[in-house]
């Protein structure tokens, strides 16, 4: 792998000082040859659909009247539109609620279960478990739980507390899916943490400890810098899968009540498959990607380490 | 409208959507009833139109027929993207009926009008109507359903409430079940009333039109929405009100409605035929009785299910014609369509024919139900909109209902729906 890395620079550079003809005896077509697959995957499944949906934005195709050209006439009625003014705001409120929330709560479990204590390996399993669920029969089990006669009321009633709303009430719904989506997420991205950790040499504790370093020092000055990568990973990657969220909206509130869980995700769909308004849900799509890109590019910047 | 069970897609449903594809037969030399192969497609499993196929096959033994089962949730993408494609290898489809009119639109559903009087004599009057769009006849009705009011007779008795008439002309009010739910929640049951579809305008279209409310899309066209007149905001803030009250339960979905009522929870649930085998095996008493009306208003009951149309793309449309003119128009074919399915045969003489069955699978519980089935049908069945832009109506309607029903303000939330049918139908003109 190294070597035919290595091989595709010299040949690049032979390509420069002798033509593109010498090119054609390196290591190079070889080297493209191994990333075809790849790369049509690539330009199949991911550029072409975001070109077509960007053309397709520009766009308005009536079941009456035909296919015109509006250009942004689509990006105008949407921003003046809103539903979908909630559905930016309602999506914006949850990344900034669910991201954070889910990272600690990774990295916290991920610290708790990489101490050697009595029967970690066991409630390791137990949090990573929800994983194997498929999102939809998480739903399921979920609605259940939020039922206001459930699962979910019956724990509270035992400590004392009122019935709930949950999924029937727009102050809770939102949160309640967030909830849901933590059980299932948190145990995956705790695994991408705990090998961060695992990682991090014991040496540098023994030295801490023996300079006196409390476990919480120890934790901000050792743990926290050191897993800093994968923690840069686990936050982008969260944050792009939960800008993608479907399955739990359309099973369990379909954008409601009130439109307090229409996420954007949702809109697009509904906006799509429901009102056959194909070209307004591509321009959502693109709208969904440029937030995605500016979020994530800001989350690279914060977490720039100095080398 | 009731969504068999039976729609999954299974593994059997894809070995045959293989062997289903493989065309129309030439239609040349065939008059009258036509020959060869007529590829059929619908959402069921493949299991439900055996008998149906197997009948036709045996009267028509120059015509066979392949089908092809395409899952609910995709069927109405598929079918659009396959028919704008002018695939020929659908002769006969199965079109939800209230998404004929945006189909027949588009040019896919062939002109059915010289069956008019036909059809005319075969079915209800509502089911009749909704075939047609624009003054043209473009399917032939197949399935019907409608709704009735169930009760837990034991419960009831406990409560001291007297039981509803089974009589149509003694039809019990919303007020009444509302009040005699409470009666019953006074004595300790949890709920006094749940509708099956809590959240489906199927389900509330009759509540609203029993208060004069219209079926909210009116207009030469049909495509201009009119959801905030006074029926329809009246009938709304009631059934808010019931759920506000606590009368019936928030939060249960879809799914689990049905089993509320087998679980002795509420002792009055609104649901359909199918409900009749559902709760056959329940260990309580329950009786059923006239779907109710507001005091002082019409009786309307709900209606409609699934009509059967020929693809205009078809290469065998004499075939494909003498295929659908035998479930739809043929007693003892529309019949077979029914055998493993507990839906109700659009053709009034299958109906007939059927509906004793299916009272008896209910036993002494369902007692009277195939006269009440038959009544409500002939008399007060109203039909859900013929407009191209019902699916988009349809899911905006849901979605406000679900939130009227978690207390949101029904004045303000039916105008809001007014303005985002206007915006989702803007694209269509």
């Given at each position: 792998m190294t070597s035919l890395a290595r091989g595709a620079g010299t040949a690049n550079r032979r390509a420069r000082s002798r033509g593109a003809r010498s090119w054609m005896r390196g290591p190079a077509p070889v080297a493209l040859l191994f990333l075809l697959p790849a790369l049509i995957a690539l330009i199949v499944l991911r550029l072409a659909p975001a070109g077509v949906a960007l053309v397709d934005s520009l766009y308005r195709e009536s079941l009456l009247s035909g296919t015109t050209f509006v250009g942004l006439g689509n990006y105008l009625e949407l921003f003046a539109n809103p539903d979908f003014q909630n559905s930016i705001t309602v999506t914006l409120l949850f990344t900034v609620i669910v991201n954070p929330l889910?990272?600690?709560?990774?990295?916290?479990?991920?610290v708790l279960f990489t101490r050697k204590a009595a029967g970690s390996r066991f409630w390791r399993s137990l949090v990573i478990l929800p994983i194997a669920v498929p999102p939809a029969v998480s739903a399921v089990i979920w609605s259940v739980i939020y039922r206001p006669d459930g699962l979910g009321n019956g724990i509270l009633a035992v400590f004392g507390i009122p019935p709930q709303s949950f999924l029937t009430s727009p102050e809770q719904s939102l949160m309640s899916i967030i909830v849901l989506l933590s059980w299932i997420g948190v145990g995956y991205w705790m695994m991408f943490l705990i090998a961060g950790i695992n990682d991090v040499p014991g040496e540098y504790y023994e030295a801490a400890s023996l300079d006196g370093a409390s476990a919480w020092r120890q934790l901000w000055t050792i743990t926290f810098p050191l897993v800093r990568r994968p923690l840069a990973f686990v936050l982008v990657a969260d944050t792009v899968s939960n800008f993608l969220i479907f399955a739990p909206v359309q099973i369990l509130t379909k954008g409601g009540p009130n439109g307090s869980t229409n996420l954007l995700m949702y809109d697009i769909f509904t906006r799509a498959y429901t009102f056959a308004d194909v070209n307004k849900a591509q321009a959502e799509v693109v709208i969904l990607v440029l937030i995605t890109i500016v979020i994530v590019a800001l989350q690279f910047r914060l977490l720039r380490t100095e080398d | 409208m009731r969504r068999p069970t039976t729609i999954t897609a299974g593994v059997i449903a894809a070995a045959l959507a293989l062997t289903g594809c493989a065309g129309s037969a030439d239609s040349s030399g065939s008059s009258g009833d036509g020959s060869g192969a007529v590829s059929f497609v619908?959402?069921?499993?493949?299991a439900v139109f055996a008998p149906v196929i197997d009948a036709f096959e045996a009267a028509y033994p120059d015509i066979t027929v392949d089908y092809t089962q395409v899952p609910f949730d995709t069927y109405a993408t598929t079918l659009q993207q396959r028919l704008s494609a002018k695939d020929d290898t659908i002769d006969v489809f199965a079109v939800d009926q209230p998404n004929l009119a945006q189909i027949a639109a588009q040019g896919f559903l062939e002109d059915l009008s010289d069956l008019e009087d036909e059809a005319k004599a075969a079915t209800s009057a509502a089911q009749f109507d909704i075939n047609i769009y624009d003054g043209t006849m473009y399917a032939l009705p197949v399935w019907n359903s409608t709704q009735m009011l169930f009760y837990n007779?034991?419960?009831?008795?406990?409560?001291?409430?007297e039981a509803p008439s089974l009589n149509p002309d003694e039809r019990w009010t919303w007020e009444q079940v509302a009040e005699a739910g409470a009666q019953a929640q006074a004595a300790g049951i949890e709920s006094g009333l749940l509708l099956e579809q809590a959240e489906a305008y199927y389900q509330l279209q009759p509540l609203i039109e029993s208060l004069g409310g219209g079926s909210g899309i009116t207009g030469d066209d049909m495509l201009t929405a009119d959801v905030t007149t006074d029926g329809w905001v009246e009938a709304m803030e009631w059934y808010g009100g019931t759920f506000e009250s606590g009368l019936s339960p928030r939060g249960v979905g879809g799914f689990q409605t049905s089993a509320v009522f087998t679980d002795q929870k509420t002792a009055f649930f609104v649901g359909g035929p199918w409900d009749i085998?559902?709760?056959?095996?329940?260990?309580?008493?329950?009786g059923i009785a006239p779907h109710p009306s507001f005091d002082g208003g019409e009786a309307v009951t709900p209606t409609g299910s699934w009509s059967w149309g020929v693809n205009t793309a078809s290469t065998n449309k004499d075939a494909a014609r003498t295929f659908l003119e035998f479930v739809a128009l043929d007693a003892a074919g529309n019949l077979a369509s029914t055998e493993t399915q507990t839906i109700i045969p659009a053709n009034t003489e299958a109906a007939a024919e059927y509906l004793p069955k299916l009272e008896a699978l209910g036993g002494d519980n369902s007692a009277g139900a195939a006269d009440l089935i038959t009544y409500e049908i002939e008399?007060?069945?109203?039909?859900?909109?013929?407009?191209?832009?019902?699916?988009q109506f349809e899911s905006i309607i849901n979605a406000a209902i679900a939130d009227i029903r978690n207390g949101s303000d029904a004045m303000e939330r039916l105008t809001q729906a007014q303005q985002q049918i206007e915006d989702a139908w803007s694209q269509l003109r």
């Open positions: 889910q990272v600690a709560a990774a990295f916290l479990l991920a | 619908g959402p069921e499993d493949p007779k034991d419960i009831l008795d406990a409560a001291g409430i085998g559902g709760f056959a095996d329940a260990d309580f008493a329950w008399n007060t069945a109203v039909a859900r909109p013929v407009s191209i832009g019902y699916v």
